[in-house]
């Protein structure tokens, strides 16, 4: 399960849930699959030998499948909840985008996402007890395109370590860009199988032009379909789509080499910057923010994807080309005098044109933020950079250092 981080990975995501019993249940084993449930032991083990073959990965041992409820969900859900995004950490990150105008201050953050889970899981790999997941209430032909999906999950986890690549420790832009990759592949692999059954032909979906384009609608309409993700603030909605559109379509551009490339070590993305622009070929640039006179709350890095979202928020033309220029950055939400907030922020990039750019666009939209706010051009290790202060934090010296990628 990862952490709760409203950009990328600020959600407890579609394959990393547990709802493991409280004693062990007697398990059947069917070769590939071990399942006290003879149906879908049956289903996932004639599924299994060309999922892995469609996901260029091999499955290394069996997997474990069984059904769970949905009281059985939520009961794990709240547990969960209160392990890994606490109230104070719920309520730093909600005060973080409170200020950049991306959220309600009032946000019950738990809730949103106790909501949005609630209303969407079907079914789910947990890599920490490398199990599969189905709710008792799917129907019979929901089954296979579900098991399909999941299945690759499982067969990725032999391969890489899910729940390392998604850790809090990586940071919040780096664990939305491996969750793009985890869930992106999976998509992949899962539409090429289902559209091979309706039309009786072996497809290559590495071959379909414009293939972001024509899989946004289906996402979209997601919003209609699902009121928890359509009243969730446009961050958390865009946090949630990312992965299994950019994310298909990153792992899409990997197999138009002609390979069935898994998108894990020397091509796993670093950023959403790398997702989108369908290449790691450029790391981000990491940056390191000193406060002098503050305490720090919180730290994190935006990402393109946030910073994105956070002009189409504000200033809403050009924001993609604006964004496009973004190369680093970090913030730090910091203790204030009286219990109030306030937020440092400090992105690097491309070229100083793009910096401008930047300055130019969100610089008339500064009273859209959650305080008093200031925006000025700056200079981090020798690049272009911007410099933006939420909150009484005019007084607090600020110094950004460059250093090397993880």
């Not at 446009?234 to 990997?254: K, N, T």
């Not at 928020?313 to 730090?332: C, F, P």
Request: no cysteine.
């Amino acid at each position: 399960m990862t952490p709760g981080r409203i950009p990328g990975t600020a959600l407890l995501t579609l394959f990393a849930f547990s709802v493991l019993a409280a004693a062990a249940e007697a398990q059947s084993s069917r070769g590939m699959v071990v399942s006290s449930d003879p149906e879908l032991a049956e289903l996932a083990e004639s599924l299994l030998p060309e999922l892995a073959e469609r996901s260029g990965l091999t499955l290394h041992e069996p997997v474990r499948l069984e059904r769970r409820t949905r009281a059985q969900l939520v009961t794990y859900l709240q547990v969960k909840l209160d392990e890994e995004l606490p109230v104070d950490e719920a309520r730093a990150i909600v005060d973080a985008y409170a200020l950049l105008g991306l959220v309600d201050a009032d946000l019950d953050l738990r809730a949103v996402l106790m909501g949005l889970y609630t209303e969407q899981i079907a079914g789910f790999y947990e890599p920490d007890s490398t199990a599969l997941f189905v709710m008792d209430d799917q129907a019979r032909a929901d089954l296979e395109p579900l098991l399909v999906h999941e299945l690759v999950h499982a067969i990725q986890d032999q391969n890489a370590d899910l729940a390392a690549l998604t850790a809090p420790e990586v940071g919040s832009d780096r664990a939305v860009a491996a969750q793009a990759a985890i869930e992106g592949h999976a998509t992949l692999v899962m539409m090429e199988f289902m559209a091979e059954q309706m039309v009786g032909v072996r497809l290559d979906l590495a071959m379909l032009p414009d293939f972001a384009s024509q899989l946004r609608p289906a996402l979209d309409a997601m919003r209609s379909q699902f009121p928890a993700l359509a009243d969730a603030p446009r961050v958390i909605q865009e946090s949630l789509l990312f992965p299994y559109l950019e994310g298909a379509a990153f792992v899409q551009a990997l197999w138009a080499s002609g390979e069935r490339l898994a998108p894990f070590g020397s091509y796993l993305p670093l950023s959403s910057e790398q997702v989108m622009e369908r290449s790691v070929e450029d790391p981000p640039v990491e940056l390191v923010l000193d406060i002098g006179g503050a305490s720090v709350i919180d730290d994190d890095v935006l990402g393109r994807l946030a910073v994105g979202v956070l002009l189409e928020e504000h200033v809403s033309a050009d924001s993609g080309t604006i964004a496009g220029g973004w190369d680093g950055d970090h913030y730090a939400l910091v203790a204030l005098p009286g219990g109030a907030r306030g937020l440092i922020w400090s992105a690097v990039w491309e070229s100083e044109a793009d910096r401008d750019r930047f300055l130019d666009a969100l610089g008339g939209a500064l009273d859209q933020f959650g305080g008093a706010a200031t925006l000025e051009a700056d200079e981090t290790g020798g690049r272009p950079a911007t410099l933006l202060r939420v909150g009484d934090v005019g007084a607090l010296s600020v110094r950004v250092r460059v250093t090397d990628a993880p």
